[in-house]
Nanobody
Framework: QVHLVESGGGLVQAGRSLRLSCAASGRTFSGYAGGWFRQAPGKDREFVAAINWSGVNTYYADSVKGRFTISRDNAKNTMSLQMNSLKPEDTAVYYC??????????????????WGQGTQVTVSS
């Protein structure tokens, strides 16, 4: 099992930036595609960004494309999400995830094998 721990959330004004980090332990994270999801109050958990095992291919939800960047460092067993130009609608709990496969096949939460505990991101207007 891959154990994931997020950090870096917080309160920020609209237009500013935040960087989320995810530290993995246990089973080798580098063998799996990774991703970030978010869940706002009263809403379903939704896909934000994903990256394949090597870091070569990345995928983004339309709502964050051009503003967010996902990356990973397999040597350090970490993954990050750089969030720029934040908007109030980005407010949510953000979850780090390890997919069941090494390549990103589908970005559904059902394809996730391990979740982090979540970190709150609040963007004020």
């Amino acid at each position: 099992q891959v154990h994931l721990v997020e950090s870096g959330g917080g309160l920020v004004q609209a237009g500013r930036s935040l960087r989320l980090s995810c530290a993995a332990s246990g089973r080798t994270f580098s063998g799996y595609a990774g991703g970030w999801f978010r869940q706002a109050p009263g809403k379903d958990r939704e896909f934000v960004a994903a990256i394949n095992w090597s870091g070569v291919n990345t995928y983004y939800a339309d709502s964050v494309k051009g503003r967010f960047t996902i990356s990973r460092d397999n040597a350090k067993n970490t993954m990050s999400l750089q969030m720029n130009s934040l908007k109030p609608e980005d407010t949510a709990v953000y979850y780090c995830a390890a997919f069941r496969t090494s390549m990103v096949v589908r970005t559904s939460p059902l394809e996730v094998r391990s979740w982090g505990q979540g970190t709150q991101v609040t963007v004020s207007s």
